[in-house]
């Protein structure tokens, strides 16, 4: 499975953005698709998680202001974004891990510059 992250920009701080990754084919079987972020130096960190049925995870940092979506028929998890902040500027990946074979596949990660 290839992923291709997508809506990565520049924002003002109290701006939204809105990421998509799309599947490169139907992901078939339990399945969880994620996004994570990345600052130099760090590890990347989850942000908000959503499993094939819908059942959505979000860190503390990023309740009520992510939201994490997906459309199954067209193989894409959506990211929305909003009231972004300085230190939400990272490298945004997503993922998808394949429960049943348990097998993770990431996207190339999109960057997000929020500026103050």
């Known amino acids: 499975v290839q992923l291709q992250a997508s809506g990565g920009g520049l924002v003002q701080a109290g701006g939204s953005l809105r990421l998509s990754c799309a599947a490169s084919?139907?992901?078939?079987?339990?399945?969880?698709m994620g996004w994570y972020r990345q600052t130099p130096g760090k590890q990347r960190d989850l942000l908000a998680a959503?499993?094939?049925?819908?059942?959505?995870h979000y860190v503390d940092s990023v309740k009520g202001r992510f939201t994490i979506s997906r459309d199954n028929a067209k193989n894409t998890v959506y990211l929305q974004m909003n009231n972004l902040k300085p230190e939400d500027a990272a490298v945004y990946y997503c993922?998808?891990?394949?429960?049943?074979?348990?097998?993770?596949?990431w996207g190339q990660g999109t960057l997000v510059t929020v500026s103050s």
């Open positions: 993922n998808v891990h394949l429960v049943s074979l348990g097998q993770t596949y």
């Open positions: 959503i499993t094939d049925d819908g059942t959505t």
């Open positions: 084919r139907n992901i078939f079987g339990i399945n969880i």
